[in-house]
């Protein structure tokens, strides 16, 4: 079992950033990657980034890469997401995620475990 507690959202004005955080617990040590997914109001959730665990290869989708940037310190067993030049489309519920293979990093069924959420609102 892992657990995984996001914080970091909040409000911000277009252009602003902010920094996302995922703390993870419990079976940490088999991880293989950590992802951000994020799920605007009535539309899917999709894929933002992620990074391997243990040799922190990145990925992004193409609406955040340029501007989102994805971390991981290993010791605190947390992940990041520093988010610059923030758009109103960017505004969701964002989710941390965990996996354990080395499946694609694009799909949600390749991650196990997920966070409850943080709520990023970018006004214009």
């Given at each position: 079992q892992v657990q995984l507690v996001e914080s970091?959202?909040?409000l911000v004005?277009?252009?602003g950033s902010l920094r996302l955080s995922c703390a993870a617990s419990g079976r940490t040590f088999s991880m293989y990657r950590m992802g951000w997914f994020r799920q605007a109001p009535g539309k899917e959730r999709e894929f933002a980034a992620s990074i391997t665990w243990s040799r922190g290869?990145?990925?992004y989708a193409d609406s955040v890469k340029g501007r989102f940037t994805i971390s991981r310190d290993n010791a605190k067993d947390?992940?990041?997401l520093q988010m610059n030049s923030l758009k109103p489309e960017d505004t969701a519920v964002y989710y941390c995620a965990a996996g354990f293979s080395g499946a694609t990093y694009l799909r949600e069924a390749s991650y196990s475990y997920w966070g409850q959420g943080t709520q990023v609102t970018v006004s214009s």
């Open positions: 970091g959202g909040g004005q277009a252009g290869i990145t990925g947390t992940v990041y």
